[in-house]
Each structure stands twice: as C-alpha cells, then as structure tokens.
C-alpha cells in the first residue's frame, strides 16, 4: 500500500499552516478567555494543524531523498 502523493502532502501541508495562521490570528484579534471550552477548541485545532504540518514536512523531506 502506497503512502500520499507528493501534491497532497503540499496540499496538506499549505492547508494546515492556512489554519494555523488563521487560528493565531483569531487568537489575537480575540484573545484566550478563561473559558474551558474555547481553550480545548483552541488546543485541539493547534495539535491538529501542527501535528498534520509537520507530519507532512517529514514525509515531504524523507521523498526527497
């Protein structure tokens, strides 16, 4: 079984650090408040983004070689 093509993983990797740029600056423009729930949210869609941004930089650089 074959991994995820070069394309998808640059797809995956713009997509995620598309999200990861809008959550920062939603977390900017709103701030953090002492609420759980928008914590978890915030977390959650940051682990989610991050995590598939650098998973996809890895792949991307382990078919380089």
Request: aromatic letters at 10%; glycine letters at 10%; proline letters at 2%.
């Amino acid at each position: 079984m074959t991994g995820p093509t070069r394309n998808e993983l640059w797809f995956r990797l713009i997509f995620s650090l598309c999200g990861l740029t809008l959550l920062a600056v939603t977390v900017m423009v709103r701030g953090i408040s002492n609420s759980a729930a928008l914590v978890e949210v915030v977390g959650i869609a940051g682990a989610f983004f991050g995590g598939t941004a650098i998973w996809s930089a890895l792949k991307l650089a382990r078919q380089r070689d």
